[in-house]
């Protein structure tokens, strides 16, 4: 079994991104924090710039988006929303895709179990609801 390579996934959201990453084995899931959107006229680019630098730390090329579908699988606004936020970034790192529909609400739930106070700290539930997202793709993928 060689080095598949890292993985950084996001969970990206209109005022946050959780992001994780995996080992070079695609085995171990860490976490690694929250990129801050912002409205502001060069808030997405301030975000794009903060996600290439970790990348570069991680020594990635590849990018994995949880792409929240509607039940019946259409893309709704939140969907468009973080397909057209990563687009900059085409071209120049791999961009992989997978369905996080519930992630939110499975992390709210494992945090919960653990006794966390996620309510006040949304941004714990994005970081949980990015390693998620890569752990269900790196298991579908096995």
Do not use: W
Not at 18 to 34: E, L, N, T
């Amino acid at each position: 079994m060689g080095i598949k390579g890292r993985i950084i996934a996001l969970d990206i959201g209109t005022k946050r991104i959780g992001v994780a990453v995996c080992d070079p084995m695609q085995i171990v899931v860490s976490k690694v924090g929250i990129v801050k959107r912002n409205n502001a006229p060069d808030g997405d680019q301030k975000a794009l710039d903060e996600i290439i630098k970790i990348c570069n730390e991680y020594n990635t090329n590849k990018i994995l988006i949880g792409i929240p579908y509607n039940m019946d699988g259409t893309l709704g606004f939140q969907a468009k929303n973080c397909i057209e936020f990563i687009k900059p970034l085409e071209g120049n790192y791999e961009i992989l895709y997978h369905d996080e529909r519930l992630t939110s609400f499975e992390a709210e739930e494992l945090l919960k179990g653990q006794g966390k106070k996620y309510t006040k700290d949304k941004g714990m539930v994005d970081v949980i609801s990015a390693c998620i997202i890569l752990q269900d793709y790196i298991n579908e993928k096995g």
